[in-house]
C-alpha cells in the first residue's frame, strides 16, 4: 500500500530527517549541515509512505521553491519522485503560489523537464555537485 499526503517538519521529523539522510548525507555525502538547513519549519512538506515505511519526501518554500526531493535508491525509476513533485504542486496552487522553482542537480534535469520544468542559466555547484536552476508556471 502506497500513500503521500501533506505533513509539517514537526509532525514528521523523524522520517523526513531518516528518507533525507539516507539519499544526501549517505549517498550523495552531502555535508548533516547543509543538509539540515534550519528552513524545515516553515516549509510544505510531502510524505511517501509505503507498507508502512518511509520511502520518499519532499518539501516547499512559501514563495514556490521546491527542495530535498528524496526517494530512497530501492524505490527509484517507479514514478514516486514525480508522486511526490505532483503533490507539491498541488499544495502551491491551493496556497496561491503559481510559479515553482528548484535548483536540480545536473543528473536529475531531464526528470524535470518532463515535469515541465524548464531550466535556465548556467550551472552551478551546490553542497559541491553540479545544479542548474528550473522553473515552471503552474
Keep these: 500500500m502506497i500513500s503521500i499526503f501533506q505533513t509539517t517538519y514537526e509532525e514528521n521529523d523523524e522520517k523526513i530527517r531518516t528518507v533525507r539522510h ?3 548525507v549517505e549517498g550523495q555525502c552531502v555535508p ?7 528552513k524545515d519549519s516553515s516549509c510544505f512538506h510531502v510524505l511517501l509512505i509505503k507498507n508502512g515505511e518511509a ?3 519532499g518539501r516547499m518554500e512559501t514563495d514556490g521553491h521546491i527542495g530535498r526531493i528524496a526517494v530512497l535508491e530501492e524505490y527509484r525509476g517507479m514514478s514516486f519522485g514525480s508522486m511526490i513533485m505532483n503533490k507539491l504542486e498541488e499544495i502551491a496552487a491551493k496556497n496561491g503560489i503559481m510559479v515553482t522553482y528548484l535548483n536540480s ?3 536529475a534535469i531531464p526528470f524535470y523537464m518532463k515535469l515541465g520544468y524548464e531550466a535556465i542559466g548556467d550551472y552551478f555547484l551546490e553542497a559541491g555537485i553540479e545544479h542548474k536552476k528550473m522553473i515552471k508556471e503552474l
Design 32 to 38: 548533516e549541515e547543509l543538509e539540515m538547513d534550519g
Design 55 to 57: 520511502i520518499g519526501t
Design 22 to 24: 539516507k539519499v544526501f
Design 105 to 107: 542537480q545536473k543528473q
